[in-house]
């Protein structure tokens, strides 16, 4: 091999590796990035309807509990459906379970002065849930026996197996003056009664007890006799 051959086959291979390593070697590869994880969120769990809990938990028939007016979450609806029936057939162990302190000292005196006989007689109960003042949860039951009807309230707090009913108390003649949305009707009435029972008024009493005020009454009419007060329209019926 000649000398210029020789120089060219050099220049060859410096230029190869020159070009081979002047980029700094091996080629570089880039990790791939890593994928964003996707969470699904999880369907909340249908809430049963009314009637779906009556039959799975037996619940007396004469119960009506429009599914609009019931609490939006499932133990909530249990434990009033089974308040209310444990109530209807005076179920003393449940109810100890589900009264307040107060309450529970009360019932052995009302199952003995005839709360069963007065069960049997109830043809119907109407469930109505709302708020009182303070925010707090309440439940009333229209109790329909016969052609008349009885209603009481009662606040009820806690959760689930734990929920406590606590009674309210009921002045006389009360169902024949609530109207409108029955349990807000209530604590006004309640309201106002408080009001008057601070007025040095003679005719408070009357107030107090549900009645009008006689001596005005009187006044009013010529001063014939107060005829009965009127019966109330009952609970709607059902879809209504």
Not at 10 to 38: D, H, N, Y
């Amino acid at each position: 091999m000649n000398l210029s051959k020789k120089f060219t086959v050099l220049a060859l291979i410096s230029s190869v590796t020159f070009f081979g390593f002047g980029c700094g070697g091996e080629e570089v590869v880039e990790a791939p990035k890593p994928k964003a994880r996707t969470v699904v969120a999880k369907p909340k769990p249908k809430i049963k309807t009314v009637d779906a809990l009556k039959d799975e938990l037996t619940i007396d028939d004469r119960i009506y509990f429009d599914e609009l007016e019931a609490p939006r979450d499932e133990p909530s609806r249990v434990a009033l459906l089974e308040f209310f029936n444990a109530l209807l057939s005076v179920d003393e162990a449940a109810l100890q379970n589900a009264l307040s302190f107060s309450d529970k000292l009360e019932l052995d005196a009302m199952v003995s002065a005839g709360l069963a006989e007065y069960m049997d007689a109830v043809s119907r109960v109407d469930l109505k849930v709302g708020l009182d003042p303070a925010g707090g949860s309440c439940v009333m039951g229209i109790f329909e026996i016969g052609m008349e009807y009885q209603v009481q309230l009662w606040n009820f707090s806690g959760k689930g197996k734990n929920i406590t009913f606590s009674s309210l108390s009921i002045p006389p003649n009360l169902v024949s003056t609530l109207s409108g949305d029955w349990i807000e009707n209530y604590f006004a009435l309640q309201a106002k009664q408080a009001e008057i029972a601070l007025q040095p008024d003679a005719g408070a009493s009357y107030v107090l007890a549900g009645e009008t005020d006689r001596a005005a009454q009187s006044d009013d009419d010529g001063g014939g006799p107060s005829g009965p007060p009127k019966r109330p329209g009952g609970p709607a019926a059902p879809g209504h």
